[in-house]
C-alpha cells in the first residue's frame, strides 16, 4: 500500500519551469551557475534565456546601471552571464591585484576632434554606468560615444562610434538616468566668468541613444541676471538644486517651478532625495524638507535672482558622529550622488582630509527612521587612509554590488578603493593600482565602471583618450 504522505510528496526535480524561473529569482548569478551541477532538469533550467534577462534587470535596479548599456538582442546567453558575473569578477580582481598591477584584456585609444585644439578649457569623462556610453566634455563640445558592449567575446577591433555632439560653452556637466530609464539626461553648468551675465544659463539636456539618430535636446533653461559663484548643483527627478553661497534654489524642469531661500550658511556639498536635502557645514549638517515649489521662473524671467529672500528654519541639525566634531579643514566631500541620487543605494558620504602624503577618509550615512515624522541621523560608517603623495583628485564614486568603490590618481597611477557595505563578505577593504601613468592625470578626466571592469581616462599628453578593458574575453578574429 502506498504510503498516502510519499504520494504527496513534490518531486523537486520535476517541477514546472517557471516554478524554477522564480526561485532563481532570489539567487545570485553565481549561484544559479552552481546549479548546474547538481541534476539534468536544474542545469537546463539555468540555460534559459529568461532567467539571465530578468537578473539583469534586477543587476540594473540594484548598482543603478544604465539599462541601454545592454543591447539584448544582440547579446547571447554567454553574454549575458558575462555581464551579470561583472561585481562578482571586480571583487576578485582587487582582491588579487592589491601588490601588482591588473593585466588589461584591452587597452585602446581613439582621439576626439576636440583635443587636436590646445585650447585650454574644462574638460571632463563620465562612463555612464553601464561600462557602454561615455559622456565627453571637451573644449566645450559635448559628445556621447558608444564604446561598445562589454561581452565574453570581444571583436579583433572594438568600434568607438560617435553617437552625438554639440557645443554646450559648459565648465561641468552631470549625467543623470531619466525615471523612464531609456533617456540620459544632463545638467549643463556654465563656464564662468562670463562676458555677458545674460548669457551665462544652465541648460537641461536629454539624448535618447537608442534612437536612429540621437541628437542632445536642450529640454528647459535657466538663465542668470547676475554672476554668482555656482557651489554645487544636483539633479533629483525633474528637480534640479542649485547652492549658492548661503542661497539655496529648487527648479523643477517639467514645470517651470521653483522655491528659492536663504540657509544663512555656507556648505561643501549637497545630498537630495525627493523628500528632503541634506546641506553638509563645516560644524555639523542641516536638514530641509523639500518645500512646495510654486513660483514661476518665467515670470521673471526664469532668472536665478531670489527676489525677496525667503528664510526658511531647517527641519533637523544634525551634528557628525563617531567622535568627529566638525570639519576643520576638508579636502572635499564626496558620496553617492548626482548619477546615484534617489537611487537605492545608502545615502553616504565622505569626508577627505589630507595629511602630509596620505588621504583620510571618515565615511558617514544619512540613516532615515521609518516613523512619523520624517526623521534623519548621521551613523558614523568607517575611517581609512590611503597613500596619495601627490593625488589631490577624486572621481565620482561607483557602486558595484555590495561595494562602494573610490578612485583617485596621482602622477603613479590610477587607484581604487573597494569597501563592502555590509562588511559580511570577505573582501573588507581593498585598495588597488589600475593602471600606471608617468604623469598626474585630473579627476575630472578619468571615469571607472567597476560593473563591467572599464576604465577611461584622458591622457596625461591630453592628445587621446584610453579606454582600458580589465575583465579577461575571449576575443573574436573579424578575419575568420
Partial sequence: ????????KLDFAHLPLDIYVSIFQFLSPSDVIALRKTCKTLCSATFLRVV???????????????????????????????????????????????????SPTHTTTFVSDELADNVIMPQELFLVPGGRFLMALLRGYLSLWDLGCVCAVKPKQPERRLVA????????????????GSTLKILAVPSYPTIDPNKAIFNVLEIT??????????????????????????????????????TIKLWDTKTNKSATWNTNRTSRQILMNEDFIVLLHDENCTVWKVPELSEDVRSRPQSMLPGPMARMEPLQVLEYG??????????????????????????????????????????FEVA??????????????????????????????????????????????????????????AIQDHVTILCATDRLVSQYVISLCPVAGRLVYLSPSGRDIQVVDLFPTRVLNDDR
Fill in 1 to 8: 500500500m502506498t504510503n498516502r504522505c510519499d504520494s504527496q
Fill in 52 to 102: 539571465w534577462l530578468t537578473a539583469l534587470d534586477r543587476m540594473c535596479l540594484d548598482n543603478t546601471l544604465y539599462r541601454p548599456s545592454f543591447p539584448l538582442e544582440e547579446m547571447s546567453l554567454d553574454d549575458l552571464e558575462y555581464a551579470l558575473m561583472g561585481p562578482k569578477r571586480w571583487n576578485s580582481l582587487v582582491k588579487e591585484c592589491v601588490s601588482q598591477l591588473p
Fill in 165 to 180: 555632439r554639440q557645443w554646450v560653452d559648459s565648465s561641468l556637466c552631470t549625467s543623470h538616468p531619466s525615471s523612464n
Fill in 209 to 246: 541613444p537608442s534612437n536612429s539618430s540621437p541628437v542632445f535636446q536642450i529640454i528647459a533653461s535657466l538663465s542668470m541676471d547676475e554672476f554668482y559663484g555656482i557651489d554645487y548643483s544636483t539633479v533629483c527627478g525633474d528637480i534640479i538644486a542649485i547652492v549658492y553661497g548661503p
Fill in 322 to 363: 563617531g567622535g568627529v566634531l566638525g570639519l576643520p579643514d576638508p579636502l572635499c566631500c564626496n558620496g553617492l550622488y548626482d548619477w546615484y541620487t534617489d537611487s537605492p543605494q545608502p545615502l553616504w558620504f565622505d569626508v577627505v582630509e589630507e595629511r602630509g602624503t596620505t588621504l583620510n577618509f571618515s565615511r
Fill in 368 to 425: 532615515c527612521n521609518t516613523h512619523t515624522p520624517l526623521r534623519l541621523s548621521i551613523e558614523p560608517i568607517s575611517t581609512f587612509q590611503v597613500d596619495a603623495p601627490d593625488g589631490r583628485t577624486i572621481a565620482p564614486y561607483r557602486v558595484c554590488g555590495e561595494c562602494l568603490v573610490v578612485t583617485w590618481c596621482s602622477s603613479g597611477g590610477i587607484h581604487c578603493h573597494t569597501e563592502h557595505t555590509t562588511k559580511t563578505d
